[in-house]
């Protein structure tokens, strides 16, 4: 292989979109509308990401064997006749690597106008040093001339795909949620036709599994019956109600004497109080109390936002309320606030607990990465039912007892 040199990277990397793209318009309808957005998204970025050139230098391994190697090649120096071949030392040196074969072909954007004919297998790259009476520190000279090249040429290769993969997300989410207004701006306007739509028979029951050869990818399944329009909280409300609570807890922390002995149904008016005034309803009350501790937002008798309010009892009890938010719901893309208050005297436990707790729940499925420190943004599936996702935010808030 003529390394780095046989091919663009970025004429691979644009094929990844290309295919991603196509593959998302050849979904089946029903279950492309169906399927849980975010787990989709997953499974497309786990597939079409590509996996960085990293040579292992560490394990680098030199090796020798005796060939016969041409005259053209031993200098006029060497007393050697034209078209014979003579017996000489050759360096044989190994370096494993890890990361997507098809990247040690590919030159990269910014590149080294540099390139040699070299052995390439799955787990190594060879390249060779023929000893013609060299000294030791001249052969190590020429592999590191080797070594040095080849390290420039994959850190380059490396940042292209690292700026790819971290784009990857934003691209696949806007390919899919266009693909998904298409289908149902097209659904609109059948309906709008009046005219009866036949229903395709060969509909497949579930997604197929790809199994790649690096890595098991699992593509989530999703019902083919008919998709049902549901209402959703769109993520601007949702934002806005979390900003009010936001700036509820924060207001709370900076008077902890007032709150820190309060129960959790009393934290909750507090909390309901500031909300209520500040989103109106077309239907009735916006917000409605259900139990001790829920605010909720309810839509043709059921709801699409739930808000859980909490002290902080460790990490049981904070998977039970997670539990506990999740059998309120039953519409697909629902959104939920767990409100903690943490009434310990240092609140970084609780951090943590969150942080590790949280993916360990059976429901869980996406960590978001813009988390911060007290505001933490997760994905979940609705109990028995995949397809049907869960915005959840857990916001906490600190109040120690004097």
């Given at each position: 292989m003529r390394i780095f040199h046989e091919g663009e990277l970025s004429e691979f990397l644009d094929g990844q979109i290309r295919k991603m793209t196509k593959e998302v318009q050849g979904e089946p309808e029903n279950k492309l509308l169906n399927v849980d957005r975010t787990q989709y998204v997953d499974y497309l970025v786990d597939k079409y990401k590509v996996e960085a050139i990293d040579f292992l230098w560490d394990e680098m391994t030199v090796d020798q064997s005796e060939r016969m190697i041409p005259a053209e090649q031993h200098g006029f120096e060497w007393n050697v006749y034209p078209g014979k071949s003579y017996p000489r030392q050759v360096l044989v040196y190994e370096v494993p690597y890890t990361g997507t074969r098809e990247l040690l072909r590919l030159t990269p954007r910014t590149r080294v106008m540099w390139t040699e004919d070299l052995k390439v297998s799955d787990p190594a790259i060879w390249f060779e040093v023929m000893n013609i009476?060299?000294?030791?520190?001249?052969?190590?000279s020429k592999a590191e001339y080797f070594t040095s090249h080849l390290k420039r040429q994959s850190e380059y290769s490396r940042k292209d795909v690292n700026e790819f993969n971290e784009r990857l997300r934003a691209r696949v989410e806007s390919t899919v949620d266009h693909r998904r207004s298409q289908l149902l701006e097209n659904r609109q306007l059948l309906h709008d036709l009046g005219v009866p739509v036949r229903k395709s028979e060969d509909v497949p029951s579930t997604f197929s599994i790809d199994a790649p050869k690096r890595r098991l990818i699992t593509k989530p399944e999703a019902p083919s019956s008919d998709y049902e329009p549901e209402p959703t909280l769109h993520e601007k409300g949702y934002s806005e109600i979390l900003e009010v609570i936001q700036h509820v807890g924060?207001?709370?922390?900076?008077?902890?004497a007032t709150y820190a002995r309060q129960g959790e149904e009393m934290l909750r008016d507090f909390l309901l109080m500031a909300?209520?005034?500040?989103?109106?309803?077309?239907t009735g009350e916006t917000f409605n109390r259900a139990g001790k501790t829920d605010i909720l937002i309810r839509h043709e008798g059921s709801n699409v936002f739930v808000a859980e309010c909490a002290v902080w009892y460790g990490k049981k009890k904070?998977?039970?309320?997670?539990?506990?938010?999740?059998?309120?719901?039953?519409?697909?893309?629902?959104?939920?606030?767990?409100?903690?208050?943490?009434?310990?005297?240092?609140?970084?436990?609780?951090?943590?607990d969150i942080v590790k707790t949280t993916p360990s729940h059976p429901q869980w499925t996406h960590t978001y990465d813009d988390s911060l420190d007290g505001t933490y943004r997760y994905d979940f599936?609705?109990?028995?039912?995949?397809?049907?996702?869960v915005r959840v935010t857990i916001m906490v808030f600190h109040l120690p007892e004097e």
């Open positions: 009476n060299l000294k030791p520190d001249e052969i190590k924060r207001e709370m922390e900076r008077h902890p909300l209520t005034p500040n989103f109106e309803s077309t904070y998977l039970e309320k997670i539990d506990q938010a999740l059998s309120y719901l039953t519409w697909r893309d629902s959104k939920v606030a767990i409100v903690i208050f943490a009434r310990l005297k240092t609140i970084q436990r609780v951090f943590d599936c609705l109990p028995g039912d995949p397809s049907r996702g």
